[in-house]
């Protein structure tokens, strides 16, 4: 530890070797001087600040309607056109800057300009993309599952879950009967949805469980209705995890009595796009039936 007396004379010592020339005082007082605040230079660059924020504002709205309006129709779906091409734009900043504002502000322009030129425009592009690809303008989502699929609990199943990917259903017998449930979500119009699902047992297949609107699946809409909170998977309300909301349309197919073996439920749904022609979501369920020991 430094005690008092040993910091005092530390202190005194520095002082002594502290040079006492002239030089050395015109560089103090230098070093102490302010320099005089100019108004009409802080108003230029402001002015020039000011003029970069909006150019780059405005470009970045302009390259994010074009790119909705002009390239997004020409394509079938999301491509790495859509984000490099707005990207890759931002190298041109200073340039742009150079030519469209007057040399007596782009001459002011810095590195620090530049850098928050580029989150500007980047920024901008990004809030008009989301504003003019999502609802009400348009709709890039494709429908989807709320919550996967389940089935409705029976006396001969044991337990339900997810092994290694494969939903996997374990008896306590040699058959089980299956109800299999699953609800459609979308974020304009669930109802219009087209709906197709297959079942297929060791890759043949083996019936078509649906193929049209969800509107229009009536009897796959009763059934799901008819099994009310006897899925197995069930919140502590007891409501059924399967379907979220009240919008989302909740399907149900009676598989028929089931034995164990590896079986495939094959989901396809598709709406008309904007400004996709279609958005599709596919997805393949494994499914699993075995038999466990039971005591």
Do not use: C
């Not at 302009?62 to 997004?72: D, E, L, N, P």
């Not at 590195?111 to 003019?132: K, P, Q, T």
Request: charged fraction near 25%; hydrophobic fraction near 45%.
């Amino acid at each position: 530890m430094v005690d008092v007396d040993s910091a005092l004379r530390a202190s005194a010592y520095s002082g002594k070797k502290r040079p006492k020339g002239s030089e050395s005082k015109k560089e103090e007082v230098k070093s102490r001087k302010i320099e005089p605040f100019q108004p009409e230079e802080a108003f230029e660059k402001e002015k020039a600040d000011a003029f970069s924020m909006w150019l780059v504002i405005v470009f970045g709205l302009g390259m994010g309607v074009f790119m909705r309006y002009v390239i997004m129709p020409t394509l079938t779906e999301p491509e790495a056109i859509l984000w490099v091409l707005p990207l890759s734009l931002v190298v041109i900043l200073p340039t742009m800057h150079k030519l469209l504002i007057p040399n007596k502000w782009s001459d002011r322009y810095d590195g620090g300009n530049w850098f928050r030129a580029s989150f500007l425009y980047i920024f901008s592009w990004l809030a008009i993309s989301f504003l003019l690809v999502n609802p009400p303008l348009a709709d890039i989502a494709p429908p989807t599952l709320a919550d996967g699929i389940d089935i409705e609990n029976t006396d001969s199943i044991e337990y339900v879950g997810w092994v290694d990917g494969t939903y996997t259903i374990a008896l306590n017998q040699g058959t089980v009967d299956v109800v299999l449930g699953m609800a459609v979500r979308d974020n304009v119009d669930a109802e219009n949805v087209t709906v197709e699902v297959s079942f297929w047992k060791y890759g043949a297949f083996v019936s078509e469980l649906a193929n049209g609107t969800a509107k229009d699946l009536t009897e796959a809409r009763t059934t799901f209705d008819s099994v009310n909170n006897s899925w197995i998977s069930v919140d502590k309300f007891g409501n059924p995890v399967v379907i979220k909301h009240s919008e989302d349309i909740g399907l149900a197919w009676d598989l028929g009595t089931l034995t164990p073996a590896q079986y495939e439920i094959k989901v396809r749904l598709s709406e008309v796009g904007d400004p996709w022609d279609e958005n599709v979501w596919e997805k393949t369920y494994k499914i699993a039936v075995v038999t466990v020991a039971t005591a």
